[in-house]
């Protein structure tokens, strides 16, 4: 009652201020991005804004990483895949990197019960064996809890590089044809996406970059060939609930060009 009072009186002052929840069932109204691909960039800067070592910026990206993932699922998408390291980041310096792959666990620690009943199924793409021991266990206990779900997909992009994962496809499809399962002729691009880390799930429709750089940096290079880009300059610890709802807004505006032309079609 009260809160209706306060929204007619907010009505007549002209300031109508939508909730976060008006805002998720208004865009669900209309297309949501079925896979949204998140390259999260800016958590040093961040940290160094404050006079904070790195990781710490790390680890505020880390609670950041809870917050979209509960909005993702509210808005109804159905893969969120986060580049949370790549196959680059090896060369950083190796406190950063042992902090860096503390993260998972302490992650799923914290939040794989809510993740849980979130009805959240949490996966990997990116070379699993390179990893440290305790990160895969926390990795895999979190897959094994979580297989039956069938709600949002988390797709986490550990350890992953496009073009390492464009080139081991090349060989498992080159090693195919030699023990004579293949022929050259049936090489297509449906073959090759059969071969990706991704086979299971549809390209990304949404691809956001945090943080003002404006390049893919080897992520779903193959994966992306169709998709829209969105990159910010707001820094992924600051990316909230509504940057995502900005984004799968700005989303809908731009789908909304296409008509009823096939995105191929209009380029
Ligand atoms: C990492 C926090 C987010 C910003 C980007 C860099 C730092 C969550 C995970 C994670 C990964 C796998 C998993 C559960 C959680 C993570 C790394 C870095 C390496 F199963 N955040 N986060 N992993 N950052």
């Known amino acids: 009652m009260l809160e209706k009072l306060l929204r007619k009186k907010k009505e007549q002052s002209g300031t109508i201020e939508r909730t976060i929840a008006d805002e998720i069932a208004l865009l669900r109204q209309k297309q949501i991005p079925a896979h949204v691909a998140i ?142 399962e293949l022929d050259i002729e049936d090489i297509d691009s449906n073959l090759i996406e059969k071969h990706l880390m991704t086979s299971h799930i549809p390209d990304p429709d949404l691809l956001i970059r945090t943080s003002g750089e404006v390049r893919l940096s080897n992520f779903m290079l193959w994966q992306l060939a169709y998709a829209e880009f969105i990159f910010t300059d707001v820094l992924w610890p600051d990316f909230d609930e509504k940057c995502l709802i900005s984004a799968v807004e700005e989303f809908q505006l731009r789908n909304r060009r296409f008509g009823s032309l096939e995105r191929e079609e209009s380029i």
């Open 39 to 180: 390259i999260m960039d800016g958590n040093g800067r961040w940290a160094k804004k404050r006079n904070l070592p790195r990781i710490a910026g790390h680890h505020e990206g880390m609670k950041t990483v809870r917050t979209i993932t509960r909005t993702a699922n509210e808005l109804g998408i159905k893969v969120l895949t986060l580049y949370a390291f790549s196959t680059e980041n090896w060369k950083r310096p190796k406190l950063e990197i042992d902090f860096l792959m503390k993260l998972p666990g302490e992650f799923l620690t914290t939040y794989l019960p809510e993740l849980v009943e979130q009805n959240v199924k949490v996966e990997m793409i990116g070379d699993f064996e390179m990893l440290p021991s305790h990160t895969k266990s926390a990795i895999q206990k979190a897959m094994e809890q979580t297989k039956q779900n069938d709600g949002l997909i988390l797709n986490f992009a550990m350890n992953y590089g496009s073009r390492l994962e464009i080139t081991e496809a090349l060989k498992d499809i080159s090693t195919l044809i030699k023990d004579g």
